[in-house]
């Protein structure tokens, strides 16, 4: 049996190689919907084993039609990197070794592996050196982190000790939130217990960015605890917080700042853009992803903190039968809300060094040339238009006059998803919907950023043409 399962492996391999190969030059990329996929695994309980070659093959064939081409070159529905073979190849190692990342003695490879990236990243997003870093799932879970880091450092500075007593009778937390911030960021206020509705709105700009003097005006009508959430990366805009101007109001008021930078951060990482995130490493945490712009596989997201002692507070798991950090060794659970969990340090180690800081920069900055480009051959399209001016990679369009442009908007939307040559999804903005799209893939180029101009051009005349037979029949 077990020369079997060995067998399997390689099979799984083999397909996964065959996928990647094949899906960079696939031109339409239809994917079958959710009740026929499920129609086609639908079976009752197995009552007994089988071979693993043979379960490797039915879950490759039934479940092939469903897999979308995001790791594709004209993938631009959300902000989804290319999850790199060199990084899928560390990852299959990781799952292969079958190690348990939680502490040095269950995986010395993994622990001090991930020690180093930790310091690589913090080198290359240009924060504290002195910043402990938490490898988790991803942003959602990186922001919960953060801010459970937060919610024990602003109640220690008031005598309360949210660890061992909890949140009855504590002093109230007041949260300062940009208008524009990212639904993750109020579920992790929800798991810590702060309320997603308990907090103070705090308003932006037409790019999404916090209003340095209504931060300003919030922080002096607060008082007590108060922990302020600002982002790197807005998902529609782009739009990075004015972090130079809010985080010494934040520091002044003694306010904890908090950043969501689930892909603006890696502006950090281009000099061309770090600019636009100027002043970040202010403030007191960061959430970041790996899965986006470092290209590594899904379930790998970093927990930043400035204050280590505040992070290990908030998440530390201690048990009689677990073996203590030595000396200076890092425990890996101490930054993280898990104890058994996969050792993400390999892949995000080795994406770093496939890239390296020169290749990072450079793919950031090409990225962000490529939304530019497409935003503009798109807005000189009769009947599209930019919703807002492009300055990182993510941008938005609106199709038809200002009256219809909604129901046409969504029109087109579906019309590229059904042709299926790029895919791109729906936002809404300001009250009106619009196509989104977000250029993260390393996989794509100018060349297949054209073709999925094309591609969206001619949805939007499809549409106009359905539009106009409709007319003059009625």
């Known amino acids: 049996m077990m020369d079997d399962s060995l067998g399997a492996m390689a099979d799984a391999a083999q397909a996964a190689i065959a996928y990647r190969r094949s899906v960079a030059d696939a ?4 994917v079958a919907d959710y009740a026929t996929i499920h129609a086609a695994f639908a079976a009752p309980t197995p009552e007994t084993g089988d071979d693993p070659q043979a379960i490797l093959a039915e879950l490759i064939e039934r479940a092939s039609p469903g897999i979308r081409a995001q790791t594709g070159p004209r993938f631009f529905g959300w902000v989804i990197g290319n999850s790199h073979p060199t990084g899928v190849a560390a990852d299959w190692l990781a799952s292969a070794w079958g190690q348990n990342a939680a502490n040095t003695i269950a995986s010395p490879a993994a622990s001090a592996i991930e020690d180093i990236a930790a310091g690589w990243l913090l080198d290359l997003l240009g924060l504290p050196a002195e910043a402990s870093v938490g490898f988790v799932t991803g942003a959602t879970v990186a922001n919960f982190v953060c801010l459970a880091a937060a919610r024990s450092e602003v109640l220690r500075r008031v005598g309360w000790d949210v660890e061992a007593d909890g949140l009855f009778a504590a002093p109230p937390i007041t949260v300062l939130i940009g208008a524009d911030a990212h639904a993750t960021v109020f579920s992790g206020l929800k798991y810590l217990g702060l309320g997603a509705k308990r907090v103070r709105i705090v308003e932006s700009d037409s790019l999404g960015r916090i209003i340095p003097g209504a931060f300003r005006r919030a922080l002096d009508e607060t008082s007590g605890p108060v922990i302020a959430i600002a982002q790197a990366g807005q998902i529609n805009t782009g739009g990075c917080d004015p972090f130079a101007k809010i985080a010494p109001m934040a520091r002044d008021a003694g ?12 502006a950090q990482a281009a000099p061309d853009r770090a600019h636009l995130t100027a002043g970040v490493e202010l403030a007191d945490s960061w959430a970041t992803d790996g899965h986006k712009w470092l290209q590594t596989p899904y379930d790998s997201g970093f927990a930043i903190v400035r204050d280590a002692a505040a992070h290990a507070r908030a998440m530390a798991i201690s048990a009689s039968y677990l073996p203590p950090a030595e000396g200076s060794d890092r425990d890996p659970s ?11 340090g390999f892949a995000a180690w080795a994406m770093i060094r496939q890239l390296g800081r020169q290749g990072i920069g450079e793919m950031v900055e090409q990225h962000c040339r490529i939304a530019a480009h497409m935003a503009a051959r798109l807005d000189a399209e009769d009947g599209i238009s930019l919703v807002a001016p492009v300055t990182l990679n993510q941008f938005m369009v609106r199709f038809g006059e200002r009256t219809d442009a909604d129901r046409l908007t969504l029109a087109t939307v579906r019309q590229v998803q059904d042709d299926a040559i790029a895919f791109l999804g729906s936002t809404e903005w300001r009250g009106a919907l619009a196509m989104r799209c977000s250029v993260t893939s390393i996989a794509t180029t100018m060349a297949e950023a054209d073709t999925s101009v094309d591609a969206i051009i001619a949805a939007w005349r499809c549409v106009q043409q359905r539009e106009t037979a409709c007319l003059t029949t009625a």
């Open 27 to 30: 031109l339409h990329t239809p």
């Open 255 to 266: 306010a904890w700042l908090h950043v969501d930078g689930a892909f603006g951060l890696w």
């Open 334 to 344: 101490t930054y993280v809300p898990e104890l058994s969990r996969r050792a993400r």
